[in-house]
């Protein structure tokens, strides 16, 4: 059981990024997938969450409006799009997932998650 993270780089302010997160030996489907992110010196912190049972979908308000989470329909990927970029945006970015069979009403907390990716950096530049 793997994830793998792609799309990182570095972006100009105002530019866009798609991050993907495949997995390897399973599939999503009835698990919640996030992707979180941690910047230099600053704790981990939520940026979105799908879950792939009910297709609820949650952000961080930093990033309401400007990132959009989806998967693809066989539920072996999910997106991270990433518009209006901004320096703080910089972080390394990870996926996660985790066994939820029930639907989300909230983003849940990371000990939820079982299966993290290696993370890809995401680099914005003002």
């Known amino acids: 059981v793997q994830l793998v993270e792609s799309g990182g780089g570095l972006v100009q302010a105002g530019g866009s990024l798609r991050l993907s997160c495949a997995s390897h030996?399973?599939?999503?489907?009835?698990?919640?997938v996030a992707w979180f992110r941690q910047a230099p010196g600053k704790e981990r912190e939520e940026v979105s969450c799908?879950?792939?049972?009910?297709?609820?979908?949650f952000y961080a308000d930093s990033v309401k409006g400007r990132f959009t989470i989806s998967s693809d329909p066989a539920k072996t990927t999910v997106y991270l799009q990433m518009s209006s970029l901004k320096p703080e945006d910089t972080a390394v970015y990870y996926c996660?997932?985790?066994?939820?069979?029930?639907?989300?009403?909230?983003?849940?907390?990371?000990?939820?998650?079982?299966?993290w990716g290696q993370g890809t950096q995401v680099t914005v530049s003002a």
């Open positions: 799908l879950s792939n049972t009910d297709g609820n979908r």
């Open positions: 996660a997932a985790g066994h939820e069979p029930y639907g989300l009403v909230a983003f849940p907390p990371a000990n939820d998650f079982h299966f």
């Open positions: 030996g399973f599939t999503f489907e009835t698990h919640a």
